[in-house]
């Protein structure tokens, strides 16, 4: 399954299909290889995702928080390169919570709206605006 064709998969939609292939443009060549290994230790999103999948989604939770990569995965204090598959920061298990969060969202309460166009899929800058935390309501 791949969320480029759309396929809500368990992340309910997380990203609409158009912001994904958005996202895929604006990045950029360069940064296709993020992810350089088969993605692992999934513990929320699909363990099937593809690289290019799992890169687009992480790249728009970039743009919606604000915050680079270190900001939830674990960084190596000696050769500063990311650790993409380790739990030891706590900030990473915070995340799949409100990845959680926000697939329930989507899969169980805007799927009952008969008519979509009233329920847009739900993404964390909905809420976090391009902030750490959300900002609050004015």
């Known amino acids: ?3 480029l064709r759309g396929t809500p ?3 309910g939609l997380l ?3 158009a ?27 699909p363990k099937d995702i593809s690289k290019a ?3 687009v989604l992480m790249f728009q939770y970039q743009k919606d928080l604000g915050r680079p990569c270190r900001f939830c995965h674990a960084e190596n204090s000696e050769t500063k390169q990311i650790n ?3 739990d030891e ?14 697939n329930d969202l989507n899969t169980k309460y805007l799927a009952q709206f008969g008519d979509r166009r009233y329920a847009d899929p739900l993404t964390c800058g909905n ?3 391009g902030q750490m935390k959300p900002p609050p309501f004015e």
């Open 1 to 3: 399954m791949s969320l």
């Open 9 to 11: 998969l368990i992340l």
């Open 15 to 17: 990203i609409a299909p």
């Open 19 to 45: 912001a994904i292939g958005a996202a895929a443009q604006d990045r950029g060549a360069e940064n296709a290889t993020a992810v350089s290994d088969a993605p692992s230790n999934l513990k929320v999103l």
């Open 53 to 55: 999948d799992l890169n």
């Open 84 to 86: 993409y598959t380790s």
């Open 89 to 102: 920061n706590p900030m990473k298990n915070l995340a799949r919570i409100m990845i959680g969060m926000t």
């Open 127 to 129: 809420c976090h605006r």
